[in-house]
């Protein structure tokens, strides 16, 4: 079992930056791929970004490439979301997952965090 907490959401007016941490604990988080995933209001689970395992590849949603940045920290099981230049459409509740491979589906992440909300205001 990997639990995952996320932090760090909140309300930035557009042009803003924040900082999601999702902090695993459980099994080797080493062991697991990382991802972010969103879901805005009355829409389904979105893909954000995702990380390997070793950090040595990631891959962005496109509208989020060049705006966001994914990084771990392997040494204290923790993985972040990098936002800037944040956009109104940004608006959603922010889950980190953990799965065995860096992919962009829902169903290939084992692991889920209860989420943080992120509201962008214009």
């Known amino acids: 079992q990997v639990q995952l907490v996320e932090s760090g959401g909140g309300l930035v007016q557009a042009g803003g930056s924040l900082r999601l941490s999702c902090e695993a604990s459980?099994?080797?988080?080493?062991?697991?791929?990382m991802g972010w995933f969103r879901q805005a209001p009355g829409k389904e689970r979105e893909f954000v970004a995702t990380?390997?395992?070793?950090?040595?590849?990631?891959y962005y949603t496109d509208s989020v490439t060049g705006r966001f940045t994914i990084s771990r920290d392997n040494a204290k099981n923790t993985a972040y979301l990098q936002m800037n230049n944040l956009k109104p459409e940004d608006t959603a509740v922010y889950y980190c997952?953990?799965?065995?491979?860096?992919?962009?589906?829902?169903?290939?992440?084992?692991?889920w965090g209860q989420g943080t909300r992120v509201t962008v205001s214009s």
């Open positions: 997952a953990a799965g065995l491979v860096a992919g962009t589906s829902v169903r290939g992440y084992a692991y």
């Open positions: 459980g099994r080797t988080f080493s062991s697991y791929a």
């Open positions: 990380i390997s395992r070793s950090a040595t590849a990631t």
